[in-house]
């Protein structure tokens, strides 16, 4: 392989691990604690807060306007938007950029308080990606969440301590394949399940996951019974009916419903939902030109179909309108059961309820027997479904019972102390090489720069949770690719010492060495990977380091070591190569100094 294209390949691989590492860079260095703050906010939360502030800085833009007519700092982003309205109402743009040219652009109603709320919303979520991106720090470096569950009634009629030893797999099989490493989940009494997760996880997310019980039901809509219902809701709406209470309160949401006299037993009367700019559950709203009333469905308490029968579930993109898909398949015994029950009622609409939610109400074009698609869902949420769908439903109820952060279990003088250590033991290996080896020593220096550069940068494009395990299989990878450097480098002394050029010198060195570090980093890749599929917690932890470690190190002793060497061999011409202290070749001579 040619020097030019080798040197093409290791900038290519150290921009690709600079974008990898940017997440954590930008997250950790250059982002503010008040924006860190934001980016863990509840979904609600941020919503009042985006709310709020878009509220505020309307008011100030009507108060420039009204004074010095001067836009606001931090309002120039209006200037795109009310370029566009200009352009759409066919009106003269403004020169100057001024509060009321602002105000003018926007027609009466809400859509600039709409707008400057939307800025906000996609700042703080943007924030919320860039969080989810970057490398999190364990629990034993920095703390995170801490869940206490309680255990209700058993869903089914297992015995107790079976249901519950069976619901701490199912949640360790959830929280794993969230991509999380190192989670705790441990009974606690008779009743309760207790639950740490590292790092700034989202709760909100992590509520959804853990308390998600694989409730998604198939059942058929009664259009009679809906029809009977909204034409009552419309002529009804926010009065009351008897003496227990309203019907509706005053924003026009279903309370009570049974007392009304005119629906059959057999039918339920749910909301059909869709997720706001947030990402939280709002109930679908509709028009008649004068009102606006929440949409609601009659559905059969008959569940045709239980996501129990569930066997896979993953998401995909719609190929039409790019809008994410939960592509489920069912067991041979569900298969039946939905082709029985989809074949009987073609051209019928079909309600998928998630959580007593109507997600989608989809009409039923032929039977299906084997592989169904559910739409209706906001990617994360299609992800978290996919998800509980996958591992199953908890055989209990669960309730949460607290959640709160918590503090690193070792102290900010431990951790401290622990990377003194980490950055000293490095420091002296390279010291050492650069003292026994010389000139060489500095190859082997920058090889371990780059080898520890890639390997985190690796880690940070897998959202790794960084842990003291995982820096104890970082320590050991440096000490692999060291010893790497070492056995080329002692390998290359007894060609030296034939009295071979530099070039010969450098060709046999590698070449001898290569299968000799080959060997003992395969080795090591496997009993990685075995401690990465059997262990768990810490163990899994330091295995993926580790094994990340294994192919950095290889590559930058083989690869980039080596093209250092050739580098200085046939672009800087050098003849002159010094291995130690008494071994190296003089310029314009083949002799060995001994």
Request: glycine share 8%.
């Amino acid at each position: 392989m040619k020097k030019r294209f080798r040197l093409l390949i290791l900038f290519a691989v150290l921009g690709v691990c600079f974008l990898f590492l940017l997440p954590t860079i930008r997250w950790y260095f250059f982002t503010s604690p008040e924006q860190k703050a934001q980016a863990q906010e509840t979904r609600q939360n941020i919503k009042e807060t985006a709310s709020q502030r878009a509220q505020v800085d309307l008011r100030r833009l009507e108060d420039a306007a009204l004074s010095d007519d001067i836009l606001p700092n931090g309002m120039d982003f209006l200037i795109p938007v009310a370029k566009k309205l200009y352009r759409e109402s066919k009106k003269q743009i403004p020169d100057n950029w001024t509060a009321s040219a602002i105000l003018k652009a926007f027609p009466e109603g809400s859509l600039l308080p709409d707008t400057i709320e939307q800025k906000y919303c996609d700042d703080i979520f943007a924030l919320k990606d860039l969080q989810k991106n970057a490398v999190k720090l364990g629990l034993d470096l920095s703390g995170g969440l801490s869940i206490i569950l309680r255990v209700g009634s058993t869903l089914t009629n297992d015995d107790p301590a079976d249901a519950m030893a069976r619901a701490l797999e199912v949640l360790n099989n959830r929280i794993d394949q969230f991509g999380l490493t190192e989670p705790v989940i441990r009974t606690q009494g008779t009743d309760q399940i207790y639950i740490e997760i590292p790092g700034t996880a989202d709760p909100e997310r992590i509520n959804d996951i853990i308390m998600g019980k694989g409730s998604l039901t198939f059942r058929l809509q009664d259009v009679d019974a809906t029809d009977i219902f909204n034409d009552f809701y419309r002529r009804n709406r926010g009065i009351t009916v008897n003496s227990e209470g309203d019907i509706f309160d005053v924003f026009g949401n279903l309370i009570e419903y049974s007392s009304i006299g005119l629906l059959y037993e057999d039918v339920q009367i749910l909301g059909v939902y869709a997720k706001d700019r947030y990402g939280l559950d709002e109930l679908e709203t509709y028009t008649d030109g004068v009102y606006t009333y929440n949409r609601y469905i009659a559905v059969k308490r008959e569940i045709g179909l239980d996501g129990n029968y569930i066997d896979d579930a993953f998401v995909e993109r719609n190929s039409m309108d790019g809008r994410p898909e939960v592509i489920f398949r069912l067991s041979n015994d569900g298969g039946e059961i939905f082709y029985r029950l989809t074949s009987a009622n073609v051209d019928k609409p079909l309600a998928i309820v998630l959580d007593d939610k109507v997600k989608s109400h989809p009409r039923i074009s032929t039977g299906i027997r084997e592989r169904g698609t559910i739409t209706g869902f906001s990617s994360e949420e299609a992800e978290n479904l996919a998800l509980v769908l996958r591992t199953g439903a908890l055989p209990v109820e669960l309730t949460v019972d607290s959640q709160q952060s918590i503090g690193a279990s070792l102290g900010e003088d431990t951790i401290r102390q622990g990377l003194y250590a980490l950055l000293g033991g490095i420091a002296a290996v390279l010291v050492f090489m650069l003292f026994y080896y010389r000139s060489a020593g500095i190859n082997a220096i920058v090889a371990q720069v780059l080898n520890f550069y890639i390997m985190f940068s690796v880690l940070s494009a897998l959202n790794f949770t960084l842990t003291l395990p995982a820096i104890a299989g970082f320590i050991l990878t440096i000490g692999m690719a060291t010893d790497a450097n070492v056995i080329i480098f002692e390998r290359m002394k007894e060609e030296m010492r034939l009295g071979k050029t530099r070039k010969a010198v450098i060709e046999a060195g590698f070449g001898k060495a290569f299968w000799a570090i080959m060997d003992s980093n395969i080795t090591t890749f496997i009993a990685a990977l075995f401690l990465s599929q059997l262990g768990s917690g810490p163990i899994r932890g330091f295995a993926v380091s580790l094994s990340i470690g294994v192919f950095s190190s290889v590559f930058t002793a083989l690869f980039v070591s080596r093209l250092i060497f050739d580098f200085g061999t046939d672009v800087m011409r050098s003849k002159k190569l010094s291995v130690s202290w008494t071994t190296r070749i003089q310029e314009n001579t083949k002799a060995v100094s001994l």
